[in-house]
């Protein structure tokens, strides 16, 4: 950028805008830092940070706010306590989903969100939900319906304090058993009969 020829003002600006771009780079380096140290301090961050997409400040954030896992009955608990399910405008027999509830941690929300774009690049099974939801429901709805489903993931391994490859192993042997599918709540989406 700085062999880019420019009028003897702009080439200033540009010069101390480069430096400032610096230092606060510095800085960024210096906090990145600081939260990886904390993160390899806590073992349910580190085992947060083997799901693909999910990095030192997703693992530190979400172990942090959901504090002790054991405290949620199942993983639609947990996503109810972030904000991640539609509010519900109700009356006589009929039922009508609105938006995010949005009654949660607004960070954890975000982060979530912004995990779940990397983690379906990487994560096979995740992708395939997401690319399923972004034909039915488009771009907006799938993303928040990935984070969702990353967030009962990542409550499931602080639960049983496992890994990423444990889980999907856990995952496998569930399918393999007609059980949940890997990231989804413990409980059945259909009623028994």
Same mark, same amino acid.
């Given at each position: 950028?700085? %062999?880019?020829?420019?009028?003897?003002?702009?080439?200033?600006?540009?010069?101390?805008?480069?430096?400032?771009?610096?230092?606060?780079?510095?800085?960024?380096?210096?906090?990145?830092?600081?939260?990886?140290?904390?993160? +390899?301090?806590?073992?349910?961050?580190?085992?947060?940070?083997?799901?693909?997409?999910?990095?030192?400040?997703?693992?530190?954030?979400?172990?942090?706010?959901?504090?002790?896992?054991?405290?949620?009955?199942?993983?639609?608990?947990?996503?109810?306590?972030?904000?991640?399910?539609?509010?519900?405008? %109700?009356?006589?027999?009929?039922?009508?989903?609105?938006?995010?509830?949005?009654?949660?941690?607004?960070?954890?929300? @975000?982060?979530?969100?912004?995990?779940?774009?990397?983690?379906?690049?990487?994560?096979?099974?995740?992708?395939? @939900?997401?690319?399923?939801?972004?034909?039915?429901?488009?771009?907006?709805?799938?993303?928040?319906?990935?984070?969702?489903?990353?967030?009962?993931?990542?409550?499931?391994?602080?639960?049983?304090?496992?890994?990423?490859?444990?889980?999907?192993?856990?995952?496998?042997?569930? +399918?393999?058993?007609?059980?949940?599918?890997?990231?989804?709540?413990?409980?059945?989406?259909?009623?028994?009969?």
């Amino acid at each position: 950028m700085e %062999s880019l020829p420019l009028a003897p003002h702009a080439a200033h600006r540009r010069s101390e805008l480069l430096a400032l771009y610096g230092q606060l780079q510095a800085e960024i380096d210096k906090l990145d830092q600081r939260v990886m140290d904390h993160a +390899q301090q806590r073992p349910g961050a580190q085992v947060l940070m083997t799901h693909p997409g999910v990095g030192p400040v997703t693992a530190l954030a979400t172990e942090v706010f959901l504090g002790d896992p054991a405290r949620f009955e199942d993983g639609k608990a947990v996503v109810s306590y972030v904000g991640m399910i539609p509010s519900e405008y %109700s009356s006589g027999g009929r039922q009508r989903l609105g938006g995010l509830s949005k009654q949660g941690n607004p960070l954890l929300r @975000f982060l979530w969100c912004e995990a779940a774009v990397h983690a379906v690049r990487r994560d096979p099974e995740l992708q395939r @939900f997401y690319r399923r939801k972004l034909a039915q429901k488009g771009l907006g709805k799938a993303r928040v319906a990935a984070a969702r489903k990353l967030g009962i993931r990542l409550y499931i391994m602080l639960r049983d304090q496992i890994d990423y490859q444990e889980f999907c192993r856990r995952g496998q042997m569930r +399918q393999k058993n007609g059980a949940a599918c890997a990231g989804m709540p413990e409980v059945g989406h259909s009623p028994e009969l």
